[in-house]
């Protein structure tokens, strides 16, 4: 199935906790303008009225042509797979819980699917942005592998992820896969790691070390940072190092349990040049047991994808011949272990409208298949 020369048609919905972004997806792309209004987050009834008429619109503007499905992304926790959310942080009004999806599809006809962002950010990362061209570097380069495994993770107002294992969403068996936020803090321990690697950790971090009393923006700490801009120099780059530093060593916890590749979305990933090199660093670096004997921190070694000679050598495979044992046989095989890591190819946004399209016309075929089996 090429979603991308498919011709039918999904509603979606970016729902954050200030506003509502509606839109129609066909063949993965936008094919309406973009609706905005008012998530409404305090007023359960505002709400869950918004969220009907915001699809209602979209309906209006697609026809004479109609959707086969509803999917989008909506903060958790919740029970995604019976379209359940259950008292979302930045949605007190749901406390108690919402049948979302049943609504939806009672209300539109519509099959319904709701899913987490982070995990339908990584899934469009594996359909349409850092995975394929992963995987087109491995044909260019006649290297028989294929990486079929995805970590995608966002840092923004929070720290975000999504795990995508053969090319399938895992959700896990509680819709609760990828909880990265809830991760223990390296610096920190007695803390979670998103209070680090978010908006609200730079700043915090900027501030402790500079000792200054006014709240900047991350924008502002970064441009200190490299220079385009007035202001402790020294802080913003230790600021951003402290950052770095969390992530990656929840990134390696990460790894070393799903080994796959790795994409960085978030509005703070604009902020990769002094991120990522520093990412790169931790996760190439070793660990120790009790005898003090070195070990690398995570099992293969991690490669930059925003370098062009880190991207170009991570593909340089050295291959290794040994003999099979009672025979005069040779095999070949790679000998070391790698791991791609970049950041987001498609945009946040683009890359969870482009899963939730996914998601519902795979949906689709599943229930086309059952039909005929009937």
Same mark, same amino acid.
């Given at each position: 199935?090429?979603?991308?020369? /498919?011709? +039918?048609?999904?509603?979606? $919905?970016?729902?954050?906790?200030?506003?509502?972004?509606?839109?129609?997806?066909?063949? &993965?792309?936008?094919?309406?303008?973009?609706?905005?209004?008012?998530?409404?987050?305090?007023?359960?009834?505002?709400?869950?009225?918004?969220?009907?008429?915001?699809?209602?619109?979209?309906?209006?503007?697609?026809?004479?042509?109609?959707?086969?499905?509803?999917?989008?992304?909506?903060?958790?926790?919740?029970?995604?797979?019976? &379209?359940? @959310?259950?008292?979302?942080?930045?949605?007190?009004?749901?406390?108690?819980?919402? #049948?979302?999806?049943?609504?939806?599809?009672? *209300?539109?006809?519509?099959?319904?699917?709701?899913?987490? /962002?982070? /995990?339908?950010?990584? *899934?469009?990362?594996?359909?349409?942005?850092? $995975?394929?061209?992963?995987?087109?570097?491995?044909? /260019?380069?006649?290297?028989?592998?294929?990486?079929?495994? $995805?970590?995608?993770?966002?840092?923004?107002?929070?720290?975000?992820?999504?795990?995508?294992?053969?090319?399938?969403?895992?959700?896990?068996?509680?819709?609760?896969?990828?909880?990265?936020?809830?991760?223990?803090? $390296?610096?920190?321990?007695?803390?979670?790691?998103?209070?680090?690697?978010?908006? +609200?950790?730079?700043? *915090?971090?900027?501030?402790?070390?500079?000792?200054?009393?006014?709240?900047?923006?991350?924008?502002?700490?970064?441009?200190?940072?490299?220079?385009?801009?007035?202001?402790?120099?020294?802080?913003?780059?230790?600021?951003?190092?402290?950052?770095?530093?969390?992530?990656?060593? #929840?990134?390696?916890?990460?790894?070393?349990?799903?080994?796959?590749?790795?994409?960085?979305?978030? &509005?703070?990933? &604009?902020?990769?040049?002094?991120?990522?090199?520093? @990412?790169?660093?931790?996760?190439?670096?070793?660990?120790?047991?009790?005898?003090?004997?070195?070990?690398?921190?995570?099992?293969?070694?991690?490669?930059?994808?925003?370098?062009?000679?880190?991207?170009?050598?991570? *593909?340089?495979?050295?291959?290794?011949?040994?003999?099979?044992?009672?025979?005069?046989?040779?095999?070949?095989?790679?000998?070391?272990?790698?791991?791609?890591?970049?950041?987001?190819?498609?945009?946040?946004?683009?890359?969870?409208?482009?899963?939730?399209?996914?998601?519902?016309?795979?949906?689709?075929?599943?229930?086309?298949?059952?039909?005929?089996?009937?």
């Amino acid at each position: 199935m090429n979603i991308f020369q /498919d011709e +039918r048609i999904v509603l979606t $919905l970016d729902a954050g906790g200030t506003n509502f972004v509606f839109s129609a997806l066909k063949g &993965g792309e936008p094919i309406t303008p973009l609706i905005t209004s008012p998530s409404n987050s305090t007023d359960l009834k505002k709400c869950l009225e918004t969220i009907i008429n915001g699809f209602k619109e979209v309906e209006e503007l697609l026809l004479p042509e109609k959707a086969i499905a509803i999917s989008f992304a909506f903060p958790g926790p919740a029970e995604y797979k019976r &379209g359940i @959310i259950i008292n979302p942080p930045n949605f007190p009004s749901f406390n108690g819980g919402v #049948a979302l999806g049943p609504m939806l599809e009672d *209300y539109f006809n519509l099959p319904t699917y709701i899913n987490n /962002d982070g /995990d339908l950010f990584t *899934y469009g990362e594996a359909i349409g942005g850092f $995975l394929p061209e992963v995987n087109k570097g491995f044909k /260019d380069f006649e290297i028989g592998k294929e990486f079929k495994n $995805l970590i995608g993770v966002t840092i923004g107002t929070g720290f975000g992820a999504g795990i995508v294992i053969n090319n399938q969403i895992c959700g896990g068996d509680n819709s609760a896969g990828g909880e990265i936020w809830l991760m223990r803090n $390296l610096l920190e321990p007695e803390i979670i790691v998103e209070e680090s690697v978010s908006v +609200r950790g730079i700043q *915090y971090y900027y501030k402790e070390i500079s000792t200054e009393s006014a709240a900047l923006s991350p924008r502002d700490i970064f441009e200190i940072a490299i220079g385009e801009k007035e202001g402790n120099r020294d802080a913003a780059v230790k600021a951003y190092n402290e950052v770095a530093q969390v992530a990656a060593e #929840a990134l390696a916890n990460a790894i070393t349990m799903i080994d796959g590749a790795v994409v960085i979305g978030g &509005g703070i990933a &604009g902020s990769s040049s002094l991120l990522l090199p520093q @990412i790169l660093k931790h996760l190439n670096s070793n660990i120790e047991n009790r005898k003090r004997k070195k070990f690398s921190r995570i099992v293969s070694k991690a490669f930059s994808f925003e370098e062009e000679k880190s991207k170009q050598e991570f *593909y340089n495979r050295a291959t290794k011949k040994i003999e099979i044992p009672f025979s005069s046989r040779k095999i070949e095989f790679l000998e070391d272990k790698r791991i791609p890591v970049g950041i987001s190819r498609l945009g946040t946004n683009n890359a969870t409208m482009l899963g939730a399209y996914a998601v519902a016309l795979a949906k689709a075929e599943k229930g086309v298949r059952k039909k005929e089996k009937v």
